[in-house]
């Protein structure tokens, strides 16, 4: 069974400024993905950014980053430029890949609650 | 992205009744659905798994018969809380997946109170 852990229950940052959310997983696939999911106060969730495995380049997505170690098993998330609008809860994420794409859950990490204070 | 729409966004019920909470893809055919309960402060807890046209899979430990699930189309899948008590209160959450698509995209959520 695939475990994530996000050892950070909670980070506080000032706007602006860059943080890094860590996130580790453990696993015995050699093909998935991972992701970070954002859910703001209103409880929706989103897609902040996604890695396939298998891609040694680390994903990007504007002013979000990844740090993917595959060896090390470790994903974290880098959120540069800070903004009052990324206070929300990130979670990390684990899906093995599979011919059967559709079926595959999502093992999240416990999450953590981040605060960008003006 | 796609949309899922999720169908009451709050919902208060006496104990002992039965509530019915709706989640709609608006704009794919979401072969696969999955239903989350989230406490406060928590991460997502998976509890089924449904298929279009097929039985869902529950998580250990998640009662069947209390929390029916049915995903009679390939847009609409549906979680009943049947005989609720105040214990089932909580935030629920689906989201639902297109075959052979990997990313999976989520409704708005449910917060039911029990009372």
């Known amino acids: 069974a695939q475990t994530v852990t996000q050892s950070q229950p909670e980070m506080s940052v000032q706007e602006a400024e860059t943080v890094t959310l860590s996130c580790t997983y453990d696993t015995s696939e050699s093909n998935y993905y991972l992701f970070w999911y954002k859910q703001p106060p209103s409880r929706q969730m989103i897609l902040v950014i996604r890695?396939?495995?298998?891609?040694?380049q680390n994903a990007t997505e504007n002013r979000f980053s990844v740090n993917f170690q595959k060896a090390a098993k470790s994903f974290s998330l880098k959120i540069s430029d800070s903004q009052l609008g990324d206070t929300a809860m990130y979670f990390c994420?684990?899906?093995?890949?599979?011919?059967?794409?559709?079926?595959?859950?999502?093992?999240f990490g416990q999450g953590t609650r981040l605060t960008i204070n003006p | 992205g796609a949309v899922v729409s999720q169908h009451p966004s709050r919902v208060i019920c006496k104990s002992g009744t039965s509530v019915k909470i709706e989640c709609r893809s608006l704009d794919f055919q979401a072969t696969t659905m999955f239903w989350y309960r989230q406490f406060p402060k928590q991460s997502l807890m998976l509890m089924a798994t449904s298929n279009e046209g097929s039985k869902a899979t529950y998580e250990q430990g998640v009662e069947k018969d209390k929390f029916l699930i049915n995903h009679a189309s390939l847009t609409l899948s549906t979680l009943t809380v049947t005989s609720a008590h105040p214990e089932d209160s909580s935030f629920y959450i689906c989201s639902a997946r297109q075959d052979r698509v990997t990313e999976a995209f989520f409704g708005q959520g449910t917060r039911l109170t029990v009372v």
């Open positions: 890695q396939e495995a298998y891609k040694q």
């Open positions: 994420a684990f899906m093995k890949r599979s011919v059967i794409q559709g079926a595959q859950k999502l093992v």
